[in-house]
Protein backbone atom coordinates (compact mmCIF):
# COMPACT_ATOMS: atom_id res chain seq x y z
CA UNK A 1 0.00 0.00 0.00
CA UNK A 2 1.31 3.42 -0.79
CA UNK A 3 1.86 5.96 2.14
CA UNK A 4 -1.66 7.88 1.21
CA UNK A 5 -3.46 4.63 1.63
CA UNK A 6 -2.39 3.87 4.94
CA UNK A 7 -3.98 7.83 5.92
CA UNK A 8 -6.96 7.76 8.17
CA UNK A 9 -8.25 10.14 5.45
CA UNK A 10 -7.74 7.82 3.15
CA UNK A 11 -11.49 6.60 1.47
CA UNK A 12 -11.17 3.04 0.42
CA UNK A 13 -14.75 2.72 -0.48
CA UNK A 14 -14.40 6.15 -3.07
CA UNK A 15 -11.04 4.63 -4.11
CA UNK A 16 -12.49 1.11 -5.23
CA UNK A 17 -15.29 2.81 -7.15
CA UNK A 18 -13.20 5.07 -9.26
CA UNK A 19 -11.39 1.92 -10.09
CA UNK A 20 -14.58 0.84 -11.51
CA UNK A 21 -15.11 3.30 -13.53
CA UNK A 22 -11.41 3.54 -14.58
CA UNK A 23 -11.64 -0.23 -15.75
CA UNK A 24 -13.87 0.66 -18.87
CA UNK A 25 -12.00 1.51 -21.77
CA UNK A 26 -11.49 0.49 -24.96
CA UNK A 27 -10.55 -3.27 -24.31
CA UNK A 28 -13.62 -3.13 -22.18
CA UNK A 29 -16.46 -1.43 -23.35
CA UNK A 30 -18.77 -3.39 -21.41
CA UNK A 31 -18.59 -6.19 -18.39
CA UNK A 32 -20.34 -7.82 -16.42
CA UNK A 33 -20.14 -8.34 -12.27
CA UNK A 34 -17.23 -11.09 -12.59
CA UNK A 35 -15.30 -9.34 -15.19
CA UNK A 36 -15.41 -6.44 -13.49
CA UNK A 37 -14.06 -8.15 -10.48
CA UNK A 38 -11.40 -9.47 -12.37
CA UNK A 39 -10.13 -6.00 -13.97
CA UNK A 40 -10.33 -4.47 -10.50
CA UNK A 41 -8.96 -7.05 -8.12
CA UNK A 42 -12.00 -6.72 -5.72
CA UNK A 43 -13.92 -8.88 -4.82
CA UNK A 44 -17.87 -9.71 -6.30
CA UNK A 45 -19.51 -8.18 -3.27
CA UNK A 46 -17.78 -4.92 -3.46
CA UNK A 47 -18.25 -4.86 -7.18
CA UNK A 48 -21.94 -5.29 -6.92
CA UNK A 49 -22.19 -2.91 -4.37
CA UNK A 50 -20.13 -0.30 -6.30
CA UNK A 51 -21.76 -0.94 -9.60
CA UNK A 52 -25.20 -0.72 -7.78
CA UNK A 53 -24.25 2.86 -6.51
CA UNK A 54 -22.77 3.96 -9.39
CA UNK A 55 -25.69 2.81 -11.85
CA UNK A 56 -28.14 5.09 -9.10
CA UNK A 57 -25.66 8.02 -9.60
CA UNK A 58 -25.91 7.48 -13.32
CA UNK A 59 -22.49 6.65 -14.11
CA UNK A 60 -22.76 3.52 -15.73
CA UNK A 61 -25.77 1.43 -16.97
CA UNK A 62 -26.66 -2.37 -17.08
CA UNK A 63 -27.79 -3.27 -20.42
CA UNK A 64 -31.51 -5.04 -20.48
CA UNK A 65 -30.75 -8.01 -22.67
CA UNK A 66 -27.09 -8.89 -21.26
CA UNK A 67 -27.18 -7.65 -18.15
CA UNK A 68 -23.62 -6.17 -19.18
CA UNK A 69 -22.52 -2.69 -17.80
CA UNK A 70 -21.87 0.19 -19.71
CA UNK A 71 -20.62 3.66 -18.75
CA UNK A 72 -22.95 6.48 -19.63
CA UNK A 73 -22.56 10.01 -21.00
CA UNK A 74 -22.91 11.30 -17.07
CA UNK A 75 -19.02 9.63 -16.75
CA UNK A 76 -18.10 12.20 -18.95
CA UNK A 77 -18.60 15.10 -16.48
CA UNK A 78 -15.97 13.89 -14.69
CA UNK A 79 -13.07 14.13 -17.36
CA UNK A 80 -14.60 17.14 -18.93
CA UNK A 81 -14.38 19.35 -16.06
CA UNK A 82 -10.72 18.91 -16.29
CA UNK A 83 -10.66 19.72 -20.17
CA UNK A 84 -12.71 23.33 -18.63
CA UNK A 85 -10.40 24.29 -15.80
CA UNK A 86 -6.93 23.59 -16.90
CA UNK A 87 -5.46 27.05 -16.96
CA UNK A 88 -2.27 25.20 -19.15
CA UNK A 89 -5.09 23.88 -21.36
CA UNK A 90 -6.54 27.44 -21.63
CA UNK A 91 -3.19 29.38 -22.64
CA UNK A 92 -1.63 26.39 -24.35
CA UNK A 93 -4.92 26.35 -26.88
CA UNK A 94 -4.56 29.23 -29.17
CA UNK A 95 -0.99 28.48 -29.58
CA UNK A 96 -1.77 24.99 -30.67
CA UNK A 97 -4.50 25.64 -32.77
CA UNK A 98 -2.47 28.13 -35.00
CA UNK A 99 0.37 25.20 -35.13
CA UNK A 100 -2.46 22.78 -36.90
CA UNK A 101 -3.35 25.90 -39.23
CA UNK A 102 0.17 26.54 -40.73
CA UNK A 103 1.31 22.77 -41.25
CA UNK A 104 -2.03 21.44 -41.92
CA UNK A 105 -1.18 18.51 -39.34
CA UNK A 106 -2.67 16.59 -36.20
CA UNK A 107 -0.91 18.90 -32.88
CA UNK A 108 -1.65 17.67 -29.51
CA UNK A 109 -1.11 18.90 -26.03
CA UNK A 110 -0.56 15.89 -23.68
CA UNK A 111 0.38 15.91 -19.95
CA UNK A 112 2.12 13.29 -17.39
CA UNK A 113 0.51 10.91 -15.85
CA UNK A 114 2.28 8.14 -13.77
CA UNK A 115 4.67 6.69 -16.61
CA UNK A 116 2.44 8.09 -19.49
CA UNK A 117 1.47 10.99 -21.39
CA UNK A 118 -2.04 11.67 -21.50
CA UNK A 119 -3.85 13.77 -24.45
CA UNK A 120 -5.51 16.40 -23.17
CA UNK A 121 -6.26 18.94 -26.18
CA UNK A 122 -5.97 17.63 -30.44
CA UNK A 123 -6.35 19.87 -33.01
CA UNK A 124 -6.62 17.36 -35.74
CA UNK A 125 -5.70 17.42 -39.28
CA UNK A 126 -8.24 18.05 -41.86
CA UNK A 127 -6.62 15.76 -44.22
CA UNK A 128 -7.11 12.12 -43.66
CA UNK A 129 -6.12 10.59 -40.11
CA UNK A 130 -5.43 6.96 -40.40
CA UNK A 131 -5.32 6.85 -36.23
CA UNK A 132 -7.97 7.63 -33.70
CA UNK A 133 -6.73 9.72 -30.49
CA UNK A 134 -8.99 10.77 -28.12
CA UNK A 135 -8.74 13.00 -25.49
CA UNK A 136 -7.95 11.23 -22.20
CA UNK A 137 -5.73 8.02 -24.00
CA UNK A 138 -2.66 7.89 -22.42
CA UNK A 139 0.51 6.56 -24.22
CA UNK A 140 4.25 5.20 -22.57
CA UNK A 141 6.56 8.18 -21.81
CA UNK A 142 9.39 5.94 -23.03
CA UNK A 143 8.18 5.41 -26.67
CA UNK A 144 6.52 8.42 -27.64
CA UNK A 145 7.55 12.28 -29.11
CA UNK A 146 5.80 13.68 -26.11
CA UNK A 147 7.10 11.26 -23.51
CA UNK A 148 10.76 11.64 -24.63
CA UNK A 149 10.91 15.44 -24.68
CA UNK A 150 8.95 15.37 -21.15
CA UNK A 151 11.95 13.43 -20.05
CA UNK A 152 13.99 15.50 -21.46
CA UNK A 153 13.35 18.10 -19.61
CA UNK A 154 13.77 16.49 -16.04
CA UNK A 155 17.10 15.74 -14.80
CA UNK A 156 18.91 12.82 -15.95
CA UNK A 157 18.11 11.01 -12.30
CA UNK A 158 14.55 11.81 -12.84
CA UNK A 159 14.46 10.36 -16.17
CA UNK A 160 15.84 7.11 -15.37
CA UNK A 161 13.44 7.17 -12.20
CA UNK A 162 10.22 7.21 -14.41
CA UNK A 163 12.04 4.92 -16.96
CA UNK A 164 12.98 2.41 -13.87
CA UNK A 165 9.20 2.39 -13.85
CA UNK A 166 8.14 1.91 -16.96
CA UNK A 167 6.88 -1.65 -18.34
CA UNK A 168 9.11 -1.82 -21.05
CA UNK A 169 7.00 -3.36 -24.55
CA UNK A 170 7.78 -3.52 -27.93
CA UNK A 171 4.54 -2.36 -29.52
CA UNK A 172 6.23 -2.43 -32.94
CA UNK A 173 9.46 -3.96 -34.04
CA UNK A 174 10.73 -0.11 -33.99
CA UNK A 175 10.08 0.09 -30.43
CA UNK A 176 13.45 1.08 -28.08
CA UNK A 177 13.11 -1.01 -25.20
CA UNK A 178 16.70 -0.97 -23.88
CA UNK A 179 17.44 1.17 -20.76
CA UNK A 180 20.48 1.97 -21.94
CA UNK A 181 19.42 3.38 -25.33
CA UNK A 182 16.57 5.09 -23.80
CA UNK A 183 18.57 7.20 -21.66
CA UNK A 184 20.44 8.24 -24.73
CA UNK A 185 17.70 9.04 -26.45
CA UNK A 186 16.14 11.48 -23.74
CA UNK A 187 20.09 12.75 -24.00
CA UNK A 188 19.83 13.84 -27.38
CA UNK A 189 16.69 14.92 -27.09
CA UNK A 190 17.90 17.28 -24.21
CA UNK A 191 20.44 18.08 -26.38
CA UNK A 192 18.02 19.20 -29.78
CA UNK A 193 15.22 20.60 -27.74
CA UNK A 194 12.88 18.26 -29.10
CA UNK A 195 12.08 13.85 -28.80
CA UNK A 196 10.92 12.33 -31.99
CA UNK A 197 9.47 8.68 -32.76
CA UNK A 198 9.59 7.01 -35.72
CA UNK A 199 7.04 3.77 -36.09
CA UNK A 200 7.61 3.10 -32.02
CA UNK A 201 4.18 2.80 -30.94
CA UNK A 202 1.74 3.03 -33.98
CA UNK A 203 2.50 1.51 -37.07
CA UNK A 204 2.79 4.21 -40.30
CA UNK A 205 3.13 7.18 -37.37
CA UNK A 206 5.87 9.62 -37.21
CA UNK A 207 5.80 12.09 -34.24
CA UNK A 208 7.88 15.33 -32.91
CA UNK A 209 7.42 16.55 -29.45
CA UNK A 210 8.67 19.41 -27.17
CA UNK A 211 8.72 20.23 -23.87
CA UNK A 212 6.20 23.09 -22.13
CA UNK A 213 8.57 24.39 -19.23
CA UNK A 214 7.65 27.16 -16.50
CA UNK A 215 9.98 29.80 -15.21
CA UNK A 216 11.86 28.03 -13.24
CA UNK A 217 12.05 25.09 -16.14
CA UNK A 218 10.59 22.48 -14.64
CA UNK A 219 8.28 20.76 -16.90
CA UNK A 220 4.31 20.91 -17.23
CA UNK A 221 3.64 18.20 -19.94
CA UNK A 222 4.41 18.85 -24.21
CA UNK A 223 3.15 19.46 -27.31
CA UNK A 224 3.34 16.73 -30.95
CA UNK A 225 2.71 16.69 -33.73
CA UNK A 226 1.76 13.18 -35.43
CA UNK A 227 1.74 12.66 -39.26
CA UNK A 228 1.63 9.59 -41.32
CA UNK A 229 4.03 7.70 -43.58
CA UNK A 230 2.07 8.54 -46.40
CA UNK A 231 2.45 11.70 -46.26
CA UNK A 232 6.08 12.35 -44.44
CA UNK A 233 9.42 11.02 -44.28
CA UNK A 234 11.04 11.22 -40.88
CA UNK A 235 13.94 13.52 -42.66
CA UNK A 236 11.39 15.74 -43.54
CA UNK A 237 9.75 16.17 -40.22
CA UNK A 238 12.49 16.63 -38.37
CA UNK A 239 13.57 19.54 -40.92
CA UNK A 240 10.15 21.10 -41.28
CA UNK A 241 8.00 20.59 -38.62
CA UNK A 242 10.66 20.26 -35.57
CA UNK A 243 11.50 24.40 -35.88
CA UNK A 244 7.96 24.87 -36.01
CA UNK A 245 6.92 22.86 -33.08
CA UNK A 246 10.19 23.96 -30.94
CA UNK A 247 8.67 27.60 -31.29
CA UNK A 248 5.54 26.58 -30.33
CA UNK A 249 6.52 25.05 -27.13
CA UNK A 250 8.56 27.96 -26.11
CA UNK A 251 5.61 30.23 -26.62
CA UNK A 252 3.25 28.07 -24.51
CA UNK A 253 6.10 27.63 -22.03
CA UNK A 254 6.31 31.70 -22.54
CA UNK A 255 2.66 32.05 -21.32
CA UNK A 256 2.38 29.54 -18.73
CA UNK A 257 5.49 30.45 -16.61
CA UNK A 258 3.63 30.80 -13.20
CA UNK A 259 2.29 27.63 -13.62
CA UNK A 260 3.97 24.83 -11.12
CA UNK A 261 3.69 21.16 -12.23
CA UNK A 262 0.06 19.35 -10.48
CA UNK A 263 2.59 15.97 -10.31
CA UNK A 264 5.65 15.25 -8.91
CA UNK A 265 8.16 12.94 -11.64
CA UNK A 266 8.59 11.00 -8.58
CA UNK A 267 5.53 9.52 -7.75
CA UNK A 268 4.15 6.60 -9.68
Not at 56 to 76: N, T, V
Not at 133 to 148: H, N
Request: proline share 6%.
Amino acid sequence: MSEAENSPLFITSLAKGVALLAAFGAARPSMNLVEMAEATGLNKSTVQRSAFTLEALGYIAKEPQSKRYRLMPKSLEIGAGYLQTSELIERANPYLHELNRSTQESCNLLEPCGTDMAYVSRFASHKQISIHVPLGQRLPMYCTSAGRAYLSALSPEEAAGIIGRSRLVAYTQNTETDPERLAEIVRKARSDGFGFTNEEYYVGDIAVGAAIVNAEGRPLGAVNIAVPFSRWTLKDALADLAPQLVNTARSISNAVRGLKPLVSPTSG
